[in-house]
């Protein structure tokens, strides 16, 4: 049996997990319904947000059976998005030039397309990657 490449990892989650409130951890595992709720509702009132330190390894391990390893890392592009993603600078990193300037003049087109990233982020690494999710 082979293991399961390592395209998230769990430092990265657990540091996400302290913006959980606001869903970034859920949105870097691909769990993109649930992170839109913990982005309105402050993690569940930060119950959820709790609960959560205790489920990101399993979190770790289906992102990992679902992304493709590639030239493009998971970790730097969340990283990127999470703490400068108004300014594109996650969409530069993925090579999409004309996206990351338009997000650095538009403040990340209002805040509205840093949303609809954490939503897409991980199905635009795997498509720079060669995958087909």
Same mark, same amino acid.
């Given at each position: 049996? &082979?293991? @399961? %490449?390592? &395209?998230?990892?769990?430092?990265?989650?657990?540091?996400?997990?302290?913006?959980?409130?606001?869903?970034?951890?859920?949105?870097?595992? #691909?769990?993109?319904?649930? #992170?839109?709720?913990?982005?309105?509702?402050?993690?569940?009132?930060?119950?959820?947000?709790?609960?959560?330190?205790?489920?990101? %390894?399993?979190?770790?391990?289906?992102?990992?059976?679902?992304?493709?390893?590639? %030239?493009?890392?998971? @970790?730097?592009?969340?990283?990127?998005?999470?703490?400068?993603?108004?300014?594109?600078?996650?969409?530069?990193?993925?090579?999409?030039?004309?996206?990351?300037?338009?997000?650095?003049? &538009?403040?990340?087109?209002?805040?509205? #397309?840093?949303?609809?990233?954490?939503?897409?982020? @991980?199905?635009?690494?795997?498509?720079?990657? #060669?995958?087909?999710?």
């Amino acid at each position: 049996m &082979t293991a @399961n %490449p390592d &395209t998230h990892s769990k430092t990265i989650g657990y540091l996400l997990w302290i913006f959980g409130f606001m869903g970034a951890h859920r949105f870097y595992y #691909g769990r993109q319904l649930t #992170g839109t709720l913990w982005f309105f509702t402050l993690g569940l009132l930060f119950v959820g947000w709790i609960i959560d330190l205790f489920l990101i %390894p399993g979190m770790d391990r289906d992102a990992d059976r679902r992304y493709v390893v590639g %030239p493009k890392s998971y @970790n730097v592009s969340w990283v990127l998005l999470t703490f400068l993603g108004i300014f594109g600078i996650h969409r530069f990193y993925l090579g999409k030039w004309l996206t990351g300037l338009l997000w650095l003049l &538009t403040g990340g087109l209002l805040l509205l #397309g840093v949303l609809y990233d954490y939503w897409t982020l @991980n199905g635009q690494v795997d498509e720079v990657n #060669g995958g087909a999710s």
